[in-house]
C-alpha cells in the first residue's frame, strides 16, 4: 500500500512539472476590460442624437461577442452627464488597479456630442484630456480610446501620441502602449444615418470587428484591418453627405512586436459566410427585428461575419436591384449563403463598377423651360430620355439622348409656339448608397414652329444649343427610380436683326425605368 502511495505521488510530482509552465501561461494570458458609454442628448440647443446610445450598445455586444470582452468585466454607461461619468472611471480605476495585470487590455468607447475638446452629456461638459489621461495612467497594458463624436480628433492632437496617416501599417503582441481612434477630424463632424440605425463609423467599425475588415481571411481581426476598413468605409459613405466628408483619425504609442487582435469572429457562437468570391455590397438583416445588421463592401474571396444565432435576410445589390436570400444560422453553428445567381450578380456589379457592363435607363416626366422669345418667357412640356450607363472613357461615365416637346402660347402678342428639341448628352457619375449623382455637357438642335400670328402667318426656325446639365437619380425599388434634371446653356436663335445668343434654362422632373 505504502509503494502505490509513494508511487502516485511521484506521478503527481511528475505531472506537477509539466503542468505549472501551462498553469502559469494560462494565469498569464492577457484579460479585456470595457467601458462603454453613450449619451444622446448633448448642450442646450443642440440637436438630440437619435443613434449614440444605440450605437454604445452596438459597440457593447461587439465586443463581447467577438472581442473577448466577457459581462463581468464591463461597464455601461447609457445617459449620462459628466459628474456620473468621472464617478464610473473613478471607480473604474480603483478596480482596475486591484484587479488588472499590466498584460491586459482596456477598450474605453464613447458616443456623444463634442466640440471644443470636450464632451456634451446632458447639459455638462467633460475635456477629452480627462479620457487620455485616464487610459494613460491605467494599471493595464494596451489602452484603445474609441471616440464617436463630432470634432474628435482634438483628442488624437493631445501630447504623448504621435499621429499615424491612412492607410496604416503596424507591428505591435507583448503590446504595450495606448491607442486613441476618433470617428472624425478635429472640424469634423460625426455624422449618423437613418438608413443604418446608427452612426457611419460605429456601424462600419462593428462590421469590420464582426469580419468584413478580415483582409487576411485568418478569422481574426487586427487594430491595422479594423481601422484601415472603417477609415475607407466611413470616408465612402460621407463623401456626398450634407455633413460634408468625414475622416477618423488615428493616434498610436505603441511598443513591442507582432499584431494587436482586436477581435476573434472564427471563436463566435454564430457565423454567416457570404461564400461569393466575386467583390459586393451586402446588406443583412435581422428576420426578427429587421434591423441592418451589417451593410458592407465585401473584397474578393469569400466572407465570414460574426453573428448572433436567428434568422437573416440577405441582400446582394445586383445590376437589377437587389438579389434577396434567406438564411438561419444555428445556435453554436455555421451558415453559408452563395450559389450561382448570387456569384453571377456580384460579378455584373463587378464589372459595371470598372465600366465593362452597361444599364439602360428610360426616363419621362414633365418640364419646364425659359423661352427665347418676347411674350413667353416660360413654356412647359414634356422630357424623356434615354440613358446609358457605361464607362465611355476618363470622366464618361453615362452617355445619352434626350426628346422634348413642349407648347406655350404668348402673353403679350397673340401667337401659339410648339417646341422639338433634340439634344445628344455624355458626362461623369457618382454612386451613394440609392442615390446617383450625375453631370454632363449637352448638344443638339432646337425646332421652332409660330403659330397664329397676324395675318395667319407661320414661322419655322432651326437652331443649335448646347447646354450643362446636372441631376440626382433616387432609386425607389428594383429598376424604378425618380430623376430631377437642371441644365442651363444657350441657343443661337436668328432675328430680324440677325444672329443672337440666347440664354436657356430647364428642369425636369421624371420617373425613370431600367430597360
Known amino acids: 500500500m505504502t509503494r502505490w502511495l509513494s508511487a502516485v505521488a511521484g506521478l503527481l510530482s511528475v505531472l506537477c512539472v509539466f503542468l505549472a509552465p501551462l498553469q502559469a501561461r494560462a494565469e498569464e494570458a492577457p484579460r479585456r476590460w470595457a467601458l462603454i458609454v453613450g449619451e444622446n442628448q448633448g448642450l442646450s440647443g443642440e440637436e438630440r442624437l437619435r443613434f449614440a446610445e444605440a450605437d454604445a450598445r452596438r459597440m457593447r455586444e461587439v465586443l463581447q461577442e467577438v472581442g473577448t470582452v466577457p459581462p463581468e468585466r464591463t461597464v455601461t454607461l447609457l445617459g449620462t452627464d459628466a459628474a456620473t461619468l468621472r464617478e464610473a472611471l473613478t471607480r473604474f480605476q480603483a478596480r482596475l488597479s486591484s484587479e488588472a495585470s499590466p498584460r491586459d487590455w482596456l477598450v474605453l468607447y464613447i458616443s456623444s456630442h463634442a466640440g471644443d475638446g470636450r464632451l456634451h452629456l446632458r447639459g455638462t461638459e467633460l475635456p477629452m484630456r480627462e479620457l487620455v489621461d485616464f487610459l494613460k495612467s491605467a494599471p493595464v497594458g494596451v489602452g484603445l480610446l474609441i471616440l464617436d463624436s463630432c470634432r474628435s480628433g482634438v483628442a488624437t492632437r493631445l501630447k504623448g501620441l504621435k499621429p499615424v496617416a491612412a492607410p496604416i501599417t503596424m507591428e505591435a503582441a507583448d503590446l504595450e502602449g495606448r491607442v486613441v481612434i476618433s470617428a472624425s477630424g478635429a472640424d469634423e463632424y460625426a455624422q449618423e444615418s437613418d438608413a443604418l440605425q446608427g452612426s457611419y463609423f460605429t456601424h462600419h467599425l462593428a462590421a469590420g470587428l464582426r469580419g468584413a475588415a478580415d483582409a487576411s481571411r485568418d478569422g481574426r481581426v487586427t487594430l491595422e484591418e479594423a481601422y484601415r476598413y472603417a477609415y475607407a468605409r466611413t470616408l465612402e459613405s460621407t463623401l456626398v ?11 498610436m504609442d505603441l511598443r513591442g512586436r507582432g499584431e494587436l487582435i482586436l477581435s476573434e469572429p472564427q471563436q463566435a457562437r454564430g457565423r454567416l459566410t457570404l461564400d461569393v468570391k466575386a467583390p459586393g455590397r451586402w446588406l443583412v438583416f435581422s428576420s426578427e427585428s429587421g434591423a441592418l445588421v451589417a451593410e458592407l463592401e465585401k473584397g474578393e474571396g469569400p466572407t465570414t461575419l460574426a453573428v448572433a444565432p436567428g434568422a437573416y435576410r440577405l441582400l446582394l445589390r445586383a445590376e437589377e436591384g437587389f438579389l434577396e436570400r434567406s438564411v438561419t444560422v444555428p445556435i453554436n453553428g455555421s451558415a453559408s449563403v452563395g450559389g450561382a445567381p448570387l456569384e453571377q450578380a456580384a460579378r455584373s456589379r463587378l464589372a459595371r463598377k470598372g465600366g465593362a457592363g452597361s444599364t439602360l435607363w428610360l426616363a419621362v416626366g414633365p418640364s419646364l423651360t425659359s423661352g427665347i422669345v418676347a411674350g413667353l418667357p416660360s413654356i412647359a412640356g414634356l422630357d424623356v430620355r434615354l440613358e446609358r450607363e457605361g464607362r465611355l472613357g476618363w470622366g464618361l461615365d453615362a452617355s445619352g439622348v434626350g426628346l422634348s416637346v413642349r407648347r406655350g402660347s404668348s402673353q403679350w402678342v397673340a401667337f401659339r409656339q410648339t417646341e422639338l428639341e433634340l439634344r445628344l448628352n455624355a458626362g461623369p457619375q457618382w454612386k451613394h448608397g440609392p442615390w446617383t449623382f450625375s453631370g454632363a455637357l449637352e448638344a443638339g438642335a432646337l425646332a421652332v414652329f409660330q403659330g397664329g400670328l397676324p395675318f395667319d402667318e407661320s414661322r419655322f426656325g432651326l437652331e443649335p444649343l448646347a447646354l450643362v446639365s446636372g441631376g440626382v437619380r433616387l432609386d425607389v425599388r428594383s429598376g424604378v427610380s425618380m430623376q430631377l434634371i437642371a441644365s442651363a ?27
Not at 453627405?241 to 493616434?251: E, I, N, Y
Not at 430680324?496 to 425636369?508: E, Q, Y
Open 489 to 515: 446653356g444657350g441657343v443661337v436663335a436668328r432675328r430680324d436683326t440677325g444672329v443672337a445668343l440666347v440664354p436657356r434654362a430647364s428642369a425636369s422632373l421624371m420617373v425613370g425605368f431600367a430597360l
Open 241 to 251: 453627405s450634407a455633413g460634408g466628408l468625414q475622416r477618423p483619425t488615428f493616434r
